[in-house]
């Protein structure tokens, strides 16, 4: 599980190494496990992912809009889900929470990487994500000089794209990092590899998600209001 601020906090006190550092600051997370066939639509997020050898730490803030914006348009595949804030924090204590969440974040996803195992089949998760469903996994952590949402590490889809649309129209200083794992041209990983990777992961509740279904010619998850496929356009109500 994520570490608590407290926990990550540095002990040796040194100057803000980003602006929205310079004051008390919200720092927000929002971690997703979607649907593989959704991956192509998720292109655009790569220019703005970190290198997980540590060598970029802060997309750059102009992007956050964009991210926030295709997240929410992937809503159709989430597939796990989890969310995590914390309240307003003089700026050292939140930098050190902000950079310490991205370097275990980055830390699992370059060991899932390293761990990931080839497909099983059968199996199904106590909360009735099957074992079998392949996905990739988005974390998107920032860092504001603004009032962020209280959320929690719940699978509330409502609440999570709450956060988001907040987060697309967010301005002034701020820091963000985009985790993506595995990689575009690596095998997806199947849920149970995900969720011993990022436990905070929940199955999300459909109850709290638009109605969805299946497209019948990829079989990629489709919002039924959407009335086509978000991947190879076909319509749902199509035979």
């Known amino acids: 599980m994520l570490r608590r601020m407290s926990e990550i906090v540095s002990s ?19 971690m997703l ?15 703005y992912r970190m290198h997980l050898d540590g060598e970029s730490w802060i997309a750059p803030a102009e992007a956050l809009g964009a991210i926030a914006e295709k997240l929410y348009e992937l809503r159709a595949g989430w597939s796990l889900a989890g969310a995590y804030s914390s309240p307003r924090t003089d700026g050292e204590i939140a930098e050190a929470s902000y950079l310490g969440i991205v ?9 899932g990487r390293s761990s990931a195992e080839p497909q099983t089949s059968g199996g199904v998760y106590r909360d009735g994500a099957p074992s079998t469903r392949r996905l990739f996994v988005v ?7 603004a009032t962020l949402p209280d959320v929690s590490r719940g699978a509330d889809a409502q609440q999570i794209g709450s956060l988001l649309l907040m987060l697309r129209s967010l301005s ?3 820091a963000a990092a985009l985790v993506i794992a ?6 997806p990983w199947d849920a149970e590899h995900v969720r011993r990777r990022f436990p905070e992961l929940k199955h999300v509740d459909e109850a709290t998600l638009e109605p969805r279904t299946r497209c019948r010619a990829c079989d990629a998850p489709v919002l039924k209001a959407f009335g086509a496929c978000q991947v190879c356009g076909r319509r749902i109500d199509a035979g």
């Open 12 to 30: 040796r006190s040194r100057p803000a190494s980003h602006p929205v550092f310079v004051r008390s600051a919200d720092v927000a997370v929002v």
């Open 182 to 187: 595995p990689d575009a041209t690596a095998e």
């Open 33 to 47: 496990a979607i649907d593989a066939r959704m991956r192509p639509l998720a292109e655009s997020l790569e220019p």
């Open 139 to 145: 974390c998107l952590i920032v860092a504001a000089n």
């Open 172 to 174: 002034g200083e701020l």
């Open 103 to 111: 370097r275990e974040l980055a830390e699992r996803a370059l060991r």
